[in-house]
C-alpha cells in the first residue's frame, strides 16, 4: 500500500506538468514582444545574407569572371597570332608565354586533331570536356607534375584544338577561407540575433510595464491611478498620455453617472412624493367624484413630467453615444427653423415679448433633423422662459468659415461666467432659475447633439455691459 501512495503522486505531478508547459509555448507566441523580437531577428538575418552575397560576389565571383576574361583575351590573343604566323607561329607563342609564367598558373595545350597528337603546352595528357560539346568546363588536370583544380576553354583552329586554362588552386583556397569567414561571421550574427532579440523584448516589457500596472490598477478598481512617462516623449509616452486623457474622460463620465444619479434622485423624489402624497390624500378626504379626478388628473400630470424628464434622459444619451448618427441625412434646416420660430411664436405672444427670426431661403445641411428640431426648441423654450414680459428673442443663423451657426438670444438676466461653465451639465440650474419650471436637461440635450453632429454649443452675454446682458446661445455644426 506504501508503494502504491508514493508512485500515484509521481503521476500526477508529471501529468500536471505536462499541461502547464504546453501553456508557456502558446503564450510566448502570442507575446508581442516576442513577435517583435523573432522580426528583429529576421529582418537582421536577411540583411546579413544580403552583406554576405554582395561579399561573396565582389570577392569569389570577381575572381571568377577576372579568370574568365584572361582565358578569353588570352584565347583571342592566340587565335590571332595563328591566322598571322600559322601553326609555328602559334607553338612559338604559346612557348613564349609558358616561359614567363612565374607563378605556374597559366595552362595550355595544344594538339593535333587527327593525331591526337600534342603540338605545344604544359598538360600531359588532353582532359576530356564535360559534358562531351562544352566549350567552357573544370576539372582536375595534371601538369608539370602536380595535380591541380583548372578552369579550361577550348578553342578549335583549323585541324589543330587548342586549350587555355587557370590553376585554380589559389582560387580555391581563398574560396575556402572566405567561406570559413562566413561561417564564424554567421555564427556571431546568430548570437547577436538571439541576444539583440530578447533585449528587444525585454525593453517592450520594460516599457509597457507602467501601462500593465494601471490597466491593473483600474481593473481592481482604482480609477485615480494613471500612466507614468518616461519624460523621452517617444511612441509609448504618446500612448500613456493617450490612456490618461481616456482614464480622465472616463473618470469624468463616472463622475457625471453619479452626478446624474444623485440629481435624478434628489429631483424626481420630490414630483414623485407629491403625487403620492396628492392621491392619498384624495383617497382619504375626496369628497365626491370630481374632487378625485382633480387629484388624478394632477397625479398624471406629475407623472407626465417624470416621463419626459426620463425621455431627456435617453434622448441625451443617444446623442452622447452617437447611436443616432444612422439616420444623418441631408435636409434643409431652413424649413425647421421656421417651424420651430412658429411654435413658439405663439408663446411669446402670450406672454407679451416678440420672436423676431433672420433665416435665410435654404440652408443645406448633413445631420438628424429631429435632434436639431428638438436642440432649436430647448434654446428657444429657455429664452422665451427668461426674457421679461415685454422681452424680445432672436433667432438667427449664419455662415461662417464653413461653419453653420445657429444663434438664440435674448435680454433677459443671462447667467454668470461660472454658471456658464456649468450650464452644460445634467440638472443644473442657476440661482436665478430656481423658481421657474424645467428639469435643467435643456442645454444637455443641446451641447449633445452640437457634439452628435461634430460642432460646439458656447454661452455669451447678448449685451455684454448693460444690467440685463441678456444670454445668446451659439449652436456651431460643420456644414460638410
Given at each position: 500500500m506504501d508503494g502504491t501512495g508514493g508512485g500515484a503522486p509521481s503521476a500526477n505531478s508529471s501529468?500536471?506538468?505536462?499541461?502547464?508547459?504546453?501553456?508557456?509555448?502558446?503564450?510566448?507566441?502570442?507575446?508581442?514582444?516576442?513577435?517583435?523580437?523573432v522580426l528583429f531577428a529576421a529582418l537582421f538575418a536577411t540583411a546579413f545574407v544580403a552583406l554576405v552575397a554582395m561579399l561573396w560576389w565582389a570577392t569569389a565571383g570577381a575572381l571568377v569572371r577576372q579568370a574568365d576574361a584572361a582565358i578569353r583575351a588570352d584565347a583571342i590573343?592566340?587565335?590571332?597570332?595563328?591566322?598571322?604566323?600559322?601553326?609555328?607561329?602559334?607553338?612559338?607563342?604559346?612557348e613564349e608565354r609558358l616561359a614567363v609564367d612565374v607563378q605556374n598558373e597559366s595552362i595550355y595545350m595544344l594538339v593535333e586533331t587527327a593525331s591526337n597528337r600534342r603540338l605545344a603546352g604544359n598538360l600531359d595528357r588532353r582532359p576530356e570536356p564535360q559534358p562531351p560539346d562544352a566549350t567552357w568546363w573544370r576539372t582536375r588536370v595534371l601538369h608539370d607534375g602536380v595535380q591541380a583544380e583548372a578552369r579550361l576553354?577550348?578553342?578549335?583552329?583549323?585541324?589543330?584544338?587548342?586549350?587555355?586554362?587557370?590553376?585554380?588552386t589559389e582560387r580555391q583556397q581563398l574560396q575556402r577561407l572566405l567561406t570559413e569567414g562566413v561561417i564564424w561571421a554567421s555564427s556571431a550574427v546568430i548570437v547577436?540575433?538571439?541576444?539583440?532579440?530578447?533585449?528587444?523584448?525585454?525593453?517592450?516589457?520594460?516599457?509597457?510595464?507602467?501601462?500593465?500596472?494601471?490597466?491593473?490598477?483600474?481593473?481592481?478598481?482604482?480609477?485615480?491611478?494613471?500612466?507614468?512617462?518616461?519624460?523621452?516623449?517617444?511612441?509609448?509616452?504618446?500612448?500613456?498620455?493617450?490612456?490618461?486623457?481616456?482614464?480622465?474622460?472616463?473618470g469624468t463620465l463616472m463622475e457625471g453617472v453619479r452626478g446624474v444619479s444623485d440629481a435624478i434622485a434628489h429631483d424626481l423624489r420630490t414630483p414623485i412624493a407629491r403625487a403620492r402624497a396628492k392621491l392619498e390624500e384624495a383617497l382619504d378626504t375626496a369628497s365626491d367624484e370630481d374632487s378625485l379626478r382633480a387629484a388624478v388628473e394632477q397625479g398624471?400630470?406629475?407623472?407626465?413630467?417624470?416621463?419626459?424628464?426620463?425621455?431627456?434622459?435617453?434622448?441625451?444619451?443617444?446623442?452622447?453615444?452617437?447611436?443616432?448618427?444612422?439616420?444623418?441625412?441631408?435636409?434643409?434646416?431652413?424649413p425647421v427653423l421656421a417651424d420651430a420660430a412658429e411654435i413658439y411664436e405663439a408663446m411669446a405672444e402670450a406672454r407679451g415679448q416678440r420672436l423676431l427670426t433672420d433665416l435665410p431661403p435654404r440652408l443645406e445641411l448633413v445631420g438628424d433633423r429631429d435632434l436639431l428640431?428638438?436642440?432649436?426648441?430647448?434654446?428657444?423654450?429657455?429664452?422665451?422662459?427668461?426674457?421679461?414680459?415685454?422681452?424680445?428673442?432672436?433667432?438667427?443663423?449664419?455662415?461662417d468659415g464653413g461653419a453653420l451657426e445657429i444663434a438664440v438670444s435674448d435680454n433677459g438676466p443671462g447667467l454668470t461666467a461660472e454658471d456658464r461653465a456649468h450650464a452644460g451639465e445634467r440638472f443644473f440650474r442657476a440661482d436665478k432659475a430656481r423658481g421657474t419650471p424645467g428639469s435643467g436637461l435643456g442645454l444637455s440635450l443641446v451641447q449633445a447633439v452640437a457634439h452628435l453632429h461634430g460642432g460646439t454649443l458656447r454661452l455669451e452675454d447678448a449685451r455684454p455691459g448693460t444690467s440685463r446682458p441678456g444670454l445668446r446661445a451659439r449652436l456651431r455644426l460643420p456644414l460638410q
Open positions: 501529468s500536471t506538468a505536462r499541461p502547464a508547459m504546453g501553456l508557456v509555448q502558446p503564450r510566448l507566441l502570442r507575446s508581442a514582444g516576442f513577435r517583435f523580437a590573343a592566340l587565335a590571332e597570332r595563328y591566322r598571322d604566323a600559322g601553326r609555328p607561329g602559334l607553338i612559338e607563342a604559346i576553354h577550348l578553342v578549335n583552329l583549323p585541324g589543330m584544338q587548342l586549350l587555355i586554362g587557370r590553376d585554380e547577436f540575433a538571439i541576444c539583440g532579440a530578447w533585449l528587444l523584448r525585454m525593453v517592450l516589457q520594460y516599457r509597457m510595464r507602467p501601462a500593465f500596472a494601471t490597466i491593473s490598477a483600474i481593473a481592481g478598481g482604482d480609477l485615480t491611478s494613471r500612466v507614468v512617462l518616461s519624460g523621452r516623449g517617444d511612441e509609448f509616452d504618446q500612448l500613456a498620455q493617450t490612456m490618461n486623457r481616456m482614464l480622465d474622460r472616463i398624471i400630470a406629475d407623472l407626465d413630467n417624470i416621463s419626459r424628464i426620463f425621455q431627456a434622459l435617453l434622448r441625451i444619451a443617444e446623442a452622447e453615444a452617437g447611436a443616432r448618427r444612422a439616420a444623418f441625412a441631408r435636409f434643409d434646416l431652413c428640431l428638438q436642440a432649436v426648441a430647448n434654446l428657444l423654450d429657455n429664452a422665451i422662459k427668461f426674457a421679461p414680459q415685454d422681452g424680445e428673442v432672436t433667432l438667427s443663423t449664419r455662415i
